[in-house]
Nanobody, 115 residues
């Protein structure tokens, strides 16, 4: 049973923007801090942004000021607005709870920043 589904990735030029979406089952969404993670080829998977049930947000230093995480409680959806994208943002992006649950990892969505 798929419980987290990411979408919205794609190919974008440096300086461009993308918005990622993560649709979650309500049982996950309502009670958990949600996070966006990313994994570049050959690197570990890292948390880049998180949002608590109350709406408090935190960001990795590498994306602070460029990315914004939000959640729509009516739609059980978490978003990641990514602006001023850089080639080093290229990765597969995943959503999960924070801390992550191994059984919630989905397929992710590929983001490629290239000219």
């Amino acid at each position: 049973q798929v419980q987290l589904v990411e979408s919205g990735g794609g190919l974008v030029q440096p300086g461009g923007s993308l918005r990622l979406s993560c649709a979650a089952s309500r049982s996950i969404f309502v009670f958990n801090t949600m996070g966006w993670y990313r994994q570049a080829p050959g690197k570990q998977r890292d948390l880049v942004a998180r949002i608590t049930t109350g709406g408090t947000t935190n960001y990795a230093d590498s994306v602070k000021g460029r990315f914004a995480i939000s959640r729509d409680n009516a739609k059980n959806t978490v978003y990641l607005q990514m602006n001023s994208l850089k080639p080093e943002d290229t990765a597969v992006y995943y959503c999960n709870t924070d801390p992550p649950a191994v059984y919630y990892w989905g397929q992710g969505t590929q983001v490629t920043v290239s000219s």
